[in-house]
């Protein structure tokens, strides 16, 4: 489906670390959250109860939500259902890690955000990259009310201004001060190696990090890679 108007109902595919944070922080926002592991739900229904989220299978949440976190292992990205996530509103907070996924050169290419790649697999949905750039720890400990003295802010990377609204609406809702980084393609300044990766800082210093990408060592490597053509 087309989501234009808010997120009532959040699914999140990966029920690690960073998973249940967003899940947690989803329930007390009130929005009603379905979470996804790998295979059967039920080992994990009992703790995602008590922070008020549903434990589901990948199906269900699929056709349960409105729009899908994945929260999952990147190198996983190609079991993801893309003939029914077609037409979705797919938030991708997935980076590559070695220690995870393998030694996969395909998801280290500089030549290519890792979010262009899943859109490719999932070839029918709208892919925005978020959610993933700052570390879990301090997704739970930093959520703030909208306005309050010291919040800081995540970047949101995708193609639609319509997507990038409801998905900073979410953003903001979770605790954080949504900075839209560009298109899709952007999102490599969201990856581990670029400055904002890892980053615990206001909209400010998230805008200056994102706007000084193209002099920083990994926007060198990436330019390099890409024939002197950073993304936009």
Do not use: C
Not at 179 to 187: C, F, K, N, R
Not at 214 to 220: M, P, V
Request: proline share 5%.
């Amino acid at each position: 489906m087309t989501v234009t108007s808010p997120i009532r109902t959040l699914g999140i595919i990966g029920a690690g670390r960073l998973g249940r944070v967003l899940a947690a922080l989803a329930a007390d926002a009130g929005y009603r959250v379905l979470i996804a592991r790998s295979g059967d739900p039920a080992p994990i229904a009992r703790a995602m109860s008590a922070i008020g989220a549903e434990a589901a299978s990948v199906s269900d949440v699929v056709a349960g939500a409105d729009a899908v976190v994945l929260a999952l292992p990147l190198g996983r990205y190609r079991t993801l259902p893309a003939e029914s996530m077609r037409g979705m509103l797919v938030i991708d907070a997935m980076n590559y890690w070695w220690g995870a996924d393998g030694d996969r050169p395909d998801l280290d290419d500089p030549r290519t955000s890792t979010s262009e790649l899943v859109q490719k697999h999932l070839a029918g949905a709208r892919v925005v990259k978020g959610l993933g750039h700052m570390g879990y720890q301090d997704v739970e400990d930093e959520a703030r009310p909208a306005g309050a003295s010291g919040r800081k802010a995540i970047a949101i990377a995708g193609e639609s201004a319509d997507d990038l609204e409801v998905v900073s609406r979410l953003v903001d809702d979770l605790g954080f001060d949504p900075v839209i980084a560009g298109g899709l393609a952007s999102g490599i300044m969201l990856e581990p190696g670029a400055d904002a990766f890892g980053a615990d800082v206001d909209a400010g210093e998230l805008r200056e990090m994102l706007d000084g990408f193209a002099t920083s060592r990994r926007g060198i490597v990436v330019a390099r890679a890409r024939g002197g053509v950073l993304p936009a």
